[in-house]
């Protein structure tokens, strides 16, 4: 009887860890699809940030105070998943039934916010974590392939990697 509650048990948890790992997957995947983050500037401890325009449209503003109270705050952004390793940055904002198709997006260090693109790799970033905060990569491609999201305090850009803390984000 003992070694037969023994197998049984055994048999349970060979099942239970067997279908651990896809249930993990599915719920990693459902909810890394779409998250509302913010990005901080270690160096700078400025933020990046949205607002809308006289059209009632999201525009990039310069980097200023973080205002995180809320989803929809200047400094919140969704971040979806473009393929579990590059993602788009949309301001955090619904209206009109929706959300915000715009993406946040680098061409030759100049950064701004366009209507997205499937594919586009301009508005693409990779996070890559380092023992200070978060390097959001730019994807884009040619000279430009690989640059960082950078900030002075008062511009945002992107430039080659640096050792600096004004790449750093959390």
């Known amino acids: 009887m003992l070694v037969k509650n023994v197998l049984g048990r055994a048999a349970t948890v060979a099942l239970a860890a067997a279908a651990l790992p896809m249930t993990m997957s599915t719920t ?23 607002e809308e325009d006289w059209n009632q449209s999201a525009k990039l503003t310069p980097v200023g105070p973080c205002s995180t109270s809320s989803n929809v705050d200047w400094s919140q952004w969704r971040e979806v998943s473009v393929d579990g390793k590059y993602w788009t940055f949309r301001p955090s904002r ?27 790799w301009w508005q693409q970033w990779e996070e890559i974590w380092t023992p200070n905060g978060w390097k959001l990569q730019h994807r884009g491609a040619g000279d430009v392939k690989g640059y960082y999201l950078d900030t002075d305090g008062s511009h945002l ?14």
């Open 28 to 50: 990693a995947s459902a909810s890394a699809s779409a998250n509302t983050v913010h990005w901080q500037n270690v160096a700078t401890s400025v933020c990046l940030n949205w």
């Open 157 to 170: 850009y992107t430039e080659p990697r640096n050792d600096g803390m004004n790449q750093v984000w959390k």
């Open 94 to 120: 619904y209206a009109n039934g929706g959300w915000t198709n715009l993406c946040l997006t680098s061409y030759n260090t100049v950064v701004y916010l366009e209507f997205c693109q499937d594919g586009n």
